[in-house]
């Protein structure tokens, strides 16, 4: 595994990456958050030295004044936390420790800066980007009228099989986080553009070879995340935005946009595949503003 836990703690390091494990094969985590796990496990092996115990409260609270010693941010030292308390928990649940020192903790709140998103115009500019006369481009029209679609994260996006979209039905089949499966409606916009896609670009594309995967590159292989977003950063400079446009700012430009056309936050969190709907509600700024327009213009007193 990259990633890999320093020895300061024989002990300790042993512990970790037995929780490492029980977190990929028992809760099926996706390896990048195992991998974010390894790597703050890892500092705070190497922070402790060579330590004989599990290390205590008053143990923790120094590793805590050490992280904003370091000058990371409240978020992410929440997220340090986060991973600390998982573990924690772990060794509890095994009966490694008799109680949670991690409870005697207080997490630093983090900063909820509102997500960047698109406005109507953006989006239309960037969908319009790619040249449709051209087998790449209907793919990529199509991959970025599905992801403003759905709301997908890129990752899903590119492993999006053929037979993972029901175009009859206008319904998606994606595997989230945790290998939660959702589904996910479709607009007919992009079930257009897939179709487009599908009759002239798939095929010349694939030059008679066989795929699952429904974007695929001119030498038949899946269409990886890193592709996409340079793919994404050129459309960007070709719609005139050129900062700070990620795959990531259309799935906050399709929540967005649904909460200001009236959608509730239950049903955009089940969309957007959240597990606890607190991190849908950093889009509650939409709300909030809806709120404020509806007053300003229907309250006699406004």
Not at 63 to 85: E, F, K, P
Request: glycine share 10%; charged share 20%.
């Amino acid at each position: 595994m990259s990633g890999a836990l320093t020895a300061e703690s024989p002990r300790l390091t042993g512990q970790m990456t037995a929780f490492l494990n029980f977190c990929r094969l028992e809760k099926g985590l996706a390896a990048n958050s195992v991998e974010a796990y390894a790597t703050d496990l890892s500092r705070f092996n190497s922070f402790l030295g060579p330590a004989a115990e599990i290390p205590g409260a008053e143990r923790l609270g120094q590793y805590v004044d050490h992280l904003y010693q370091a000058g990371l941010s409240g978020r992410t030292i929440a997220r340090h936390l986060a991973t600390l308390r998982n573990f924690y928990g772990f060794l509890l649940g095994e009966g490694l420790i008799h109680s949670d020192p991690m409870e005697h903790l207080r997490t630093p709140r983090p900063w909820r800066t509102i997500p960047k998103f698109l406005n109507l115009e953006e989006i239309e500019r960037i969908i319009q980007a790619p040249d449709m006369a051209r087998p790449t481009g209907l793919r990529d029209r199509a991959m970025l009228e599905l992801l403003y679609a759905t709301g997908l994260r890129v990752s899903e996006l590119c492993r999006l099989g053929v037979g993972d979209l029901n175009r009859e039905v206008g319904v998606l089949r994606t595997m989230g986080k945790g290998n939660k499966q959702r589904l996910v409606p479709v607009g007919t916009a992009a079930l257009q553009a897939v179709a487009d896609y599908l009759a002239g670009g798939r095929e010349t594309l694939l030059k008679g070879r066989a795929s699952r995967y429904l974007f695929i590159t001119a030498r038949g292989g899946c269409l990886t995340r890193q592709a996409f977003w340079k793919l994404l950063a050129g459309y960007g400079r070709k719609a005139g935005i050129f900062h700070g446009l990620t795959p990531h700012v259309l799935r906050h430009s399709f929540a967005t946009h649904l909460l200001e056309g009236g959608a509730d936050l239950r049903s955009v969190q089940i969309m957007l595949g959240h597990s606890d709907i607190s991190t849908t509600q950093i889009y509650t700024h939409v709300m909030r503003s809806r709120l404020r327009d509806t007053v300003a213009k229907h309250h006699p007193r406004a």
